[in-house]
């Protein structure tokens, strides 16, 4: 496996790079996927049936929650990458924790925002709404549950294997998924929440 | 203009030949949509025919020429890349032939979809075709009359047809008056055609909708105003009036043969119409009409038919 | 009790007790047989754990011929139902079944690793690579590919096969209509299968990008790779919607949600809608790879290079964008009105023109060329007069107007297997003529093979274009029977005659496959076509690294350049080469999903769950695993390319060349 030290760390193998290309165009289907999910929420998100609207059910306070703490893991989480750019691994390892603490929050949140939905008779069978707004958010949920799981196998690498151009690799990928991640909640902020709180 | 039909008719005769002298129902129209779809089918036929036979020519050519057993041993095909002007033709012609088909379609599809040409004054009698597994339901609300598995139509009318179904998305076709159109659950969609003859037509269901599909058919019968008149009061003289009981009970899978009753389900049952119809709303594309419709639904109307 | 009822078979026949019975007889015979040869262990450390390109291209290859007799089998069921009015041999409920499994076997589980069976084969030998970017991915997909394709086909004989035709529109497949559990196994074998191609998809974009041979722009590409990468980017933009689709219906049938009921504010066009924006760009996943296959295949045998080469690559990027903005013409007729019909009519009819460049290049290629009718190019002769007419029919259906009439019938059948026999079918099967001696190292037999193609198309003419007319005649399509009345019976029995000869056809592949086996020369040399692009310029078999050294591109056809320009295609010395280790990973993954599949199929939570986890600590596993593959050192290549007689350290590859 040569090394090339021109480059940084997560990019120095040519593995490395393919990877990364690869990881990019993933990507490029995720954002088919969530596409197909909008469409199906704002195609279904007046069809509530005998349910409750979108406006009937929707609560600020967790959402905003929700918002802030994956919006601060996002920042943190770029923190992380740039300390492992310095080579300064438990700052980046530090960082990582911290994304994914604020990512177990995030998730603890809308834990609790789906009992909420559960409380005020919106299941997840009552409506072609109710269907369309939990598949919706459940796939982002799952997609940070997994990165959970995925992050803390990355820290635990790190931490027993240093910094090499394999562990970068992997730290490097997870912080543009869990950007991804974000990007999507905003979508999921402003075209689920607050459209439908309006 | 007259080579062009005489080529269409000779195209016509050729598909005739074929298929053993019947005239194929779709190319034996009775009404004048069909007869529009028809005439569009063999337009069609006729261009893509010239496509067909250019293309063979071309390759028969070029295999009897340069064939491996025609040529020397010592013959090395030469490198060539490519011709600007070539490649214009070839992408030019068939622009050209698609531009053309792409203005006949387009036509066609506001002619299909309003009021059949020469109709167009006159008021068209209204029927409701609800379709469920595996039979037709036929209601005509102006004349107080629900058949079911057959219809009976007046000639010389115009004929608009409001599709919806108790059941999978079907589809209500009767081929010598043109096209179909899907009936599904959730709305209403609108067909309109006319006939100009008096006679005996198929009719059927064309969407596969489950174990009864094959035999979802039902049976047109064009005649005159005067005989649909007749017909009209004759099933008030002699028909039960339908029950909500008994039409449930006709809702239920199977086959049923034809049968007529005084009134219509859409009294008890009414179609899950809105009051803007995207339907006749052409200015809207499928995307914001999807939107539309479901704003229009909203969940009042919704748990209405749900609960049929 | 009732819990094992849901297991049995709702509609049972003596075909699928029969079945059931050969089934357990072959699996035992399978079994002992391995036990007796003592097979076992070749077959797990040679195929079951590769992650080589060639050998994963070779057991999809495998499966697509299987998948293909399968599919036949529903074919010809269907066709000898049909022969007659009022036929007896099956009725509705079978009838429907076997439609349904034949257009979701052919489509996904034969044509798809088919080309994918290409794609592996191919594409890392023309850009002179190694292998693909992700080795095991790419095992992975394989097999997620064979468990699905292996859920579906149980189908038939544990619980009742999907029922509500491959398209399988709600609320038709919802619960209140399609009551047994066949449409569950519909929804998880495609979106197991479905994510194995996902995952393909992704793995060749990132191959074809970063992994060509130095001095390989990408206008340099052969055409087959060309079309490959296309055809997987569109992969990649269109598997997820089904994704969606299918975690959708399945809601509905498991868990109740209500998307596409008729309840509750459920919506079944949306189903139609998501399933064709899928669907129309997957005919192009299928078509874009089989254009390059006849590329290759018509400029080889014309001795020329293929004309228009940039028109070539314009026009599919045309057709992979175009793809995305046609879906709404499946269902022209549902009502969305003239304005939507008319943007679509016209989207769907501009995709011809991409196309008829297409097919003017190629017969421009073999103008001024030195035409070899070898059975692959009869199959590309064959393919562009049958595919005008698939494609000219494309037209007349969409111009939407028209299409109310050709809607749901025959005329509508006939044209898309038009499209996909001579299309994809008859692209397959040039292309496994074409590249058998390169994996096999024997031709398959030329007189055998011309007669399958002649058996083929005359039985493909006689099957389809009858279907023309009974369509335009009314004969809707998915019917089980008809009444005499209609009149269809004598053109519905040559299409039978048809359907027969095409069946009689692809068992002569089988007996060419086990003839030459036995019969062909080995000593072909490593191009015996006179072939053109770099897969060529290695031997033959193929050695497990591909090229002893990375080769030098010059030009879109760099082994001819090669062979008459004397450009060097090897320079340097031979180094170590780099390879991925075997993993049994992803065969153990293909099984967990299986069960994954079948638990949900059976609303089984607590092995559902098991299973789950278990994908997960394979994922896990892999996650902290540290896989730096291994090296063939030189003495060992040396040693290997000595055996296949190579001259070691020339410039050059002198090589004996037989002409066929």
Known sequence: MKIDHAQPLEYSTDQNQLNILGFWIFLGAEIMLFATLFTAYFTLSHRTG??????????????????????????TIGLGIHAMRLGRKNAMVSFFAITLLLGL???????????????????????????????????????????????????????????????????FIFSLYWHFLDVVWIFIFSFIYLKGMM | MKKKWAFLTSMMALVLLLSGCEPLLVLDPKGPQAERQASDIMLSIGI???????????????????????????YEPPHIEGNHIVEAICVGVPVLIVAYLSFVSVKSNYIVESAPVGYEDQEPLVVYASSSDWKWHFSYPEEGIETVNYLYIPTDRPLEFKLYSYGPITS??????????????????????????????????????????????????????????????????????????????????????????????????????????????TEVDSESETHDHSQHEGHAEHTDHSSH | MEFFQRFAIPHPSPAIYASMVAIALVSIAIVVGLTYFKKWGYLWHEWFTTVDHKKIGIMYLISALLMLFRGGADAIMMRAQL?????????????????????????????????????????????????????????LSFWLFFAGAMLFNISFVIGGSPDAGWTSYFPLAGNDFSTSVGTNYYMLAIQISGIGSLMTGINFC??????????????????????????NI???????????????????????????????????????????????????????PAFGLYSEIISTFSGRNLYGYKSMVWSMVLISLLSFLVWTH??????????????????????AVPTGVKIFNWLFTMWKGKIRFTVPMLYSIGFIPLFTIGGVTGVMLAMSAADYQYHNTMFLVAHFHNTIIPGVVFAMLAGLTYYWPKFFGFILNEKIGKLTFWLLTVGFVLAFFPMYITGLDGQARRMYTYSEATGFGPLNMVSFVGAALMAIGFVTIVYNIYYSFKNSPRNIGSDPWDARSLEWATHTPVPEYNFARVPQISSSQTFWDSKKNGHALFKGEIEDIHMPNKSGVPFVMGIIFFIVGFSFVFALWVPAVIALIGVFVCMTLRSFEQDHGYHIHVKEIKETEAKYGEVLNSEDRPRTTTRV
């Not at chain 1, 982002?140 to 820290?155: A, D, E, K, P």
């Not at chain 2, 067909?52 to 010592?74: E, F």
């Not at chain 2, 005989?227 to 199977?254: C, Q, S, Y």
């Open chain 1, 50 to 75: 005998s349910g409750p609207t979108p406006a009937e059910i929707f609560e600020i306070t967790p959402v905003l929650i929700e918002t802030f703490v994956l919006l601060t893991s996002s920042f």
């Open chain 1, 105 to 171: 929050v995030f998730l603890g949140v809308e834990v609790f925002e789906f009992m909420h939905y559960y409380h005020v008779g919106a299941t997840y069978q009552t409506s072609a709404f109710t269907a369309a707004l939990m598949t919706t958010l459940g796939t982002h949920g799952g997609h940070v549950t997994l990165g959970l799981f995925w992050g803390t196998f990355i820290i635990i690498q790190v931490i027993k294997r240093g910094l090499t151009p394999q562990t970068a690799n992997k730290a």
């Open chain 2, 48 to 74: 893509m025919a010239v496509i067909v036979v250019v293309v063979m020519a071309i390759l028969a050519y070029v295999l009897i020429k340069y064939r491996a057993s025609n040529q020397s041993d010592d």
């Open chain 2, 172 to 281: 209500f076709w009767i081929p010598q008056l043109g096209g179909q159109k899907y009936a599904m659950a959730d709305m209403v969609t609108t067909l309109h055609l006319a006939a100009d003859e008096p006679g005996e037509y198929m009719g059927r269901n064309a969407n596969f909708s489950g174990k009864g599909f094959a035999e979802n058919t039902f049976n047109v019968t064009a005649m005159s105003q005067a005989d649909f008149d007749e017909w009209v009061e004759e099933v008030h003289e002699t028909a039960e009036p339908i029950t909500e009981n008994e039409f449930e009970k006709l809702l239920e899978p199977g086959h049923l043969g034809q049968m007529t009753f005084t009134g219509t389900h859409l009294e008890f049952s009414p179609a899950p119409e809105h009051e803007h119809h995207a339907e006749s709303d």
């Open chain 3, 83 to 139: 022969a007659t009015p009022e036929a007896k041999l099956l009725d509705a409920q079978h009838y429907n079944e076997i439609f349904t499994t034949h257009g979701v076997v052919m489509i996904l589980f034969m044509a798809m690793p088919f080309i994918f069976a290409f794609m592996n084969l191919i594409v890392p030998l023309q850009i002179g690579a190694r292998d693909v970017a992700f080795p095991r991915l790419n095992a």
């Open chain 3, 206 to 231: 990132t191959t074809i990008l970063k992994m060509r041979a130095p001095g390989m722009t990408l206008m340099k590409m052969p055409m087959f790779t060309w079309s490959a990468f296309i055809a």
């Open chain 3, 234 to 288: 569109i992969v990649v933009f269109a598997f997820p919607v089904l994704t969606v689709a299918l975690l959708m219906g399945t809601a509905d049938r498991l868990f109740g949600a209500n998307f596409f009921t008729t309840a509750n504010g459920g919506m079944d066009m949306l189903w139609a809608n998501f399933f064709w924006v899928w669907g129309h760009p997957e005919v192009y996943i299928l078509i874009l």
């Open chain 3, 330 to 351: 499946h269902f022209f007729t549902m009502g969305q009105g003239a304005l939507t019909n008319s943007i679509f009519s016209i989207t769907t009819m501009a995709i």
